[in-house]
């Protein structure tokens, strides 16, 4: 069980930390491709060219994993320092950063996809469609929602109800332009547009909470 090592096995942690991305990359293709119920553990460990055991190891179960597979795809569009207030930084370049972020992972193929498998899934696996809330949109929620904090506490903005206002932010982002990927009676917004929506979300949104 060479995985388990502790982050001061300095020689094993690297090829660790590899396993463990090979196996979330497989977790992602899988899961879209042939669904939930449809990718097993066994799938996955091939397609990332690892054990089963391995896998086991990394993510004790199916469920984990997801929950796992999702957190990392919003990490890799939305890390959490994206979400830092530098006291010299201006909060209109800190928005349209999120904005631009966020409005790209919600809008690729991929995400979509996955949201599409979500709503399929959600009157079978309610526990799985509250797993899957909460490793996304309920933790990029809950970035937003401290990030309007810090700036209301250093007075940039006025924001009574940061939660509320982190929903409003990212809704307005999201648009009718999003739905109707989902619905599939849309193209992909070209980068002017997308650029053009985020500038306007960020221009509404800081008019309606500036000090």
């Known amino acids: 069980m060479t995985e388990k090592k502790s982050p001061h096995n300095g020689p094993g942690r690297p090829k660790d930390l590899a396993k463990r991305a090979a196996i979330l990359d497989a977790?992602?293709?899988l899961f879209l491709r042939h669904g939930y119920d449809g990718s097993s553990m066994d799938a996955i460990a091939a397609e990332a060219g690892?054990?089963?055991?391995?896998?086991?190891?990394?993510?004790?179960?199916?469920?984990?994993?997801?929950?796992?597979?999702?957190?990392?795809?919003?990490?890799?569009?939305?890390?959490?320092?994206?979400?830092?207030?530098?006291?010299?930084?201006?909060?209109?370049?800190?928005l349209r950063n999120i904005g631009l972020r966020f409005n790209t992972l919600i809008n690729t193929?991929?995400?979509?996809?996955?949201?599409?498998?979500?709503?399929?899934?959600?009157?079978?696996?309610?526990?799985?469609?509250?797993?899957?809330?909460?490793?996304?949109?309920?933790?990029?929620?809950?970035?937003?929602?401290?990030?309007?904090?810090?700036?209301?506490?250093?007075?940039?903005?006025?924001i009574a109800e940061p939660a509320r206002a982190a929903e409003h932010f990212l809704c307005l982002i999201k648009g009718a332009?999003?739905?109707?990927?989902l619905v599939g009676c849309?193209?992909?917004m070209r980068e002017g547009d997308a650029e053009r929506h985020v500038d306007e979300v960020v221009e509404l949104f800081v008019r309606a909470y500036r000090v």
């Open 27 to 29: 977790a992602q293709c």
């Open 50 to 94: 690892v054990s089963k055991l391995t896998v086991y190891s990394h993510f004790t179960d199916k469920e984990t994993l997801f929950s796992a597979a999702v957190t990392a795809k919003c990490q890799a569009q939305l890390p959490e320092l994206l979400f830092e207030l530098p006291p010299d930084a201006s909060v209109e370049r800190v």
């Open 109 to 158: 193929p991929e995400s979509i996809e996955l949201y599409r498998l979500m709503m399929t899934l959600a009157s079978q696996n309610p526990k799985l469609s509250q797993l899957f809330f909460e490793a996304g949109p309920q933790s990029v929620h809950d970035e937003m929602e401290g990030l309007l904090r810090k700036a209301d506490q250093a007075g940039v903005l006025r």
């Open 177 to 181: 332009h999003n739905f109707r990927l």
């Open 186 to 188: 849309s193209q992909a």
